[in-house]
């Protein structure tokens, strides 16, 4: 038998608007109002309301036999609920069903565990506490940022109380194993490892429309027949997916929407085939090994580590100076200070700074707001430096001078040393 479990991770930043030097010190509007609601709203259209409809339909249609996982950032949520409502409602009718899981994470789609766990739990509650009052369903499960993770998350995710977590199923890391069983995490005495499959993912998410790909065109019944060779060997197939794959990044015009609407139906004529939530496939299946995995990985480009977001010392500088003053900016008691803060840890503004490949017009342009990884740097320093003296007019800023020499002290291994742009200024 093979169980499928499917998960679409649903994420929207908030980009940050043109910010100019001369801006600094005389205007607090950081983010880009009409950049978001356009393209939120457009993702809706393309998106998330067909393809919710879709999931519906199937759910129905197939007595609940087919399931579905998601993780929705906070910030999406809120553009939800500002920009289309409409889409909140889709989505809570798809949980009125029983038949969707809703999986933790960190509420900004942040880097937050490298730098700070403090902040990093109180993003995982705050966006605990946001699925609970959207659609009454308390996580169990956790799925950090992009897929970043290592033993030490597994450990401080175990202490959490979560039954669960979801990494990349990387050849480096797996050797000669196959991510189609449950792992255990080598810090971990009770949590579970699930593993994407990434070869049948990315036949979805990336080679779907690639004309030039051997397995084109990907039919239902083709995937189908991919997945059904896993029996024996293999217990559960993993997708994981960025669900603006539907629509979006795979336009409907290639034909995406009728591939999922015929594709459970394909998998389900294997009669030993099945959909599974993610917590039904680790109350079913037991680890078969421990996986030790000491270096962060991710779902990332090849390489599948940080490097999309902290690959160069623009990326890591940033990073640094930004989550050197988060605990100031918190004791400020400003809400507003905060929100601003809060939001410039989600992880897209450093992918928007990433210099691999830039020039060949890969992922790392899609959506991204600026012309080159340079600009993105630069404006990001720039509302850096604005809350540097907005701190500094509440006379916080002789808190950083001190935090400069107790935090951040070695949050992972990096090859070279960040610059401290920010403090340099204001000092």
């Known amino acids: 038998m093979v169980s499928v479990c499917i998960y679409f991770q649903v994420h929207q930043p908030f980009r940050i608007k043109k910010y100019r030097v001369f801006d600094i010190g005389h205007s607090h509007d950081y983010f880009d109002e009409k950049k978001n609601r356009e393209v939120c709203e457009k993702v809706a259209k393309k998106c998330y309301l067909p393809a919710n409809k879709i999931l519906l339909d199937l759910i129905n249609n197939t007595d609940g036999k087919f399931k579905v996982a998601f993780s929705i950032s906070g910030t999406a949520i809120e553009q939800f609920e500002k920009y289309t409502p409409e889409v909140l409602d889709s989505f809570k009718e798809l949980a009125k069903t029983g038949k969707v899981e809703f999986l933790n994470e960190t509420y900004y789609h942040s880097l937050a565990f490298l730098y700070d766990k403090d902040e990093f739990k109180r993003q ?6 946001k699925m609970k009052e959207l659609f009454n369903f308390t996580p169990t499960i956790f799925r950090n940022t992009e897929l970043v993770y290592n ?20 050849d480096h890391i797996l050797d000669w194993r196959s991510p189609n069983f449950l792992y255990t995490p080598k810090t971990c005495k009770k949590l579970k490892l699930m593993l994407k499959n990434y070869k049948l993912s990315d036949d979805i998410a990336f080679r779907f429309s690639n004309k030039g790909w051997e397995g084109w065109p990907l039919t239902s019944e083709k995937f189908a027949d991919w997945v059904s060779n896993n029996n024996g060997n293999g217990e559960v197939v993993n997708l994981f997916m960025d669900y603006e794959t539907l629509g979006e990044h795979q336009w409907e015009d290639t034909g995406i929407f009728d591939f999922l609407k015929k594709m459970p139906w394909e998998i389900l004529k294997h009669h030993d085939n099945e959909f599974l939530l993610p917590s039904e496939v680790i ?16 779902w990332a480009d090849v390489e599948r580590d940080l490097t999309a977001w902290l690959g160069n010392g623009m990326q890591r500088a940033a990073s640094k100076e930004l989550y050197l003053i988060g605990e100031v900016v918190k004791q400020s008691g400003d809400e507003n200070l905060i929100k601003d803060w809060e939001l410039l840890t989600t992880s897209d503004h450093f992918y928007y700074m ?10 790392h342009k899609y959506f991204n707001p600026y012309d080159s990884p340079y600009d993105s740097y630069i404006n990001f320093m720039n509302v850096l430096n604005d809350i540097i003296i907005r701190l500094k007019e509440k006379a916080q800023i002789n808190k950083i001078a001190s935090a400069k020499n107790t935090k951040l ?10 610059s401290s742009l920010v403090l340099d200024h204001v000092s």
């Not at 995982?124 to 506490?129: A, L, N, R, W």
């Not at 033993?151 to 990387?170: P, Q, R, S, T």
């Not at 002290?409 to 960040?418: A, D, G, L, V, W």
């Open 124 to 129: 995982v509650k705050k966006h605990k506490y």
């Open 151 to 170: 033993n030490e998350l597994a450990f401080h995710v175990e202490k959490m109380g979560y039954d669960a977590i979801l990494a990349e199923g990387a």
């Open 283 to 298: 109350k079913k299946y037991e680890p078969k090994a421990e996986l030790d995995i000491h270096n962060f990985i991710s």
């Open 354 to 363: 990433c210099t691999k490949w830039f020039a060949d017009g890969d992922v």
């Open 409 to 418: 002290k070695k949050p992972f291994e990096i090859s070279e040393r960040p």
